[in-house]
């Protein structure tokens, strides 16, 4: 059984945020806005066209090389739509129906199951802290610390881990029901994807197949999916609650690709906040940041502490306990 681990931390530290966002200001960053919503579905889903476009009519390496990791980004961006849709951040009533077949759509482009996503990120947010039932920490974050470990998490072998961590979770804490859901939605989505790559591969060649598919999914995607990941909860203060989750402030660039989802930490103090908001509520946070010194971080030295240095996952990188096992 789950134990809702952060709920233990979770009112303390929205006393503190009290200081720093005013109540009226909370009712602003919790406006959902459906049309904002669908404004970046629609830019997103324009982005992946022109990228497919790129991919069928440019044959230079040096051009559609660069357009592919593009494209891997994108695939990466329907998890973060499909993430919306677990929060129930898109409508303001409930709308069953139409959220199921969203959840859906989002979830299709990376083939993950819609249903197990919902269950397995929820169980994050409630479960934040635990090595035990916080399931990305238990079953997908990097055992071994290990350099060239790490790396396959930015390869296909992604697909595999992520199975092999969905499957446990599932076969621990879900209800028969919703494993046979969670297998119906795999079966489903593996089908199609396997649909495209041999009616690509006979239709157009193995050539238009590498460039327009298996280069975006099965080299960019888990490479951006990890980068992502690991921006998320690898650096951290596990003695401060408030400080779990890395800060990484970002830029315009990485708003645009990450459809805001740089601003991990602030989605954990207040996930019913819409994507579209959190840039201005990690605005509003910068004095509570500074106050309990929580540095920002950006993607380089993250990416060079956990390569380069070999930090271990769920860690202060630079406490002066801390040892590394290279």
């Known amino acids: 059984m789950k134990q809702r681990f952060y709920y233990n931390y979770d009112g303390a530290i929205r006393e503190q945020l009290r200081e720093f966002v005013s109540t009226d200001e ?10 904002r919503h669908f404004a970046v579905v629609a830019r997103h889903v324009a982005l992946g066209a022109a990228c497919l476009y790129g991919l069928y009519t440019i044959d230079n390496p040096l051009l559609w090389i660069p357009i592919a990791a593009i494209q891997g980004t994108v695939i990466l961006g329907f998890i973060i739509l499909l993430h919306e849709q677990v929060h129930n951040a898109i409508f303001h009533k409930p709308r069953p129906r139409l ?13 993950i199951s819609a249903t197990q996503f919902g269950i397995w990120h929820m169980d994050h947010h409630n479960e934040l802290g635990s090595p035990e039932d916080d399931p990305k920490r238990a079953h997908l974050s990097p055992k071994r610390n290990a350099r060239w470990y790490k790396l396959l998490y930015c390869t296909p072998v992604l697909f595999l ?6 499957g446990r979770e599932a076969k621990a804490n879900y209800t028969p029901e919703q494993q046979r859901t969670v297998t119906t939605e795999r079966i489903c989505f593996f089908s199609l994807h396997l649909a495209i790559i041999f009616g690509m591969g006979f239709g157009l060649g193995f050539e238009y197949l590498l460039r327009m598919y298996l280069m975006p999914f099965f080299v960019f995607f888990p490479t951006a ?5 690991i921006g998320q909860h690898y650096w951290i203060d596990p003695e401060n ?23 991990h930490l602030e989605h954990h103090y207040y996930p019913r906040v819409p994507f579209y908001h959190l840039r201005r509520l990690n605005r509003q946070l910068q004095p509570f940041f500074t106050q309990i010194g929580h540095a920002n971080r950006t993607y ?8 380069i240095l ?8 630079f406490a002066k306990s801390e040892t590394t096992n290279r």
């Open 26 to 35: 909370l009712k602003q960053l919790h406006r959902i806005e459906p049309w």
């Open 99 to 111: 959220m199921r077949l969203l959840g859906l759509l989002y979830a299709f482009p990376s083939s």
């Open 161 to 166: 881990i992520y199975a092999g961590a969905a």
């Open 225 to 229: 999916f990890m980068i992502n990941r």
């Open 241 to 263: 609650p408030a400080k779990w989750g890395t800060l990484v402030n970002g830029n315009w660039l990485i708003h645009f690709l990450s459809l805001y989802s740089n601003f």
């Open 300 to 307: 380089l030295q993250i990416l060079y502490g956990w390569f």
């Open 310 to 317: 070999n930090k271990p996952a769920h860690t202060n990188w």
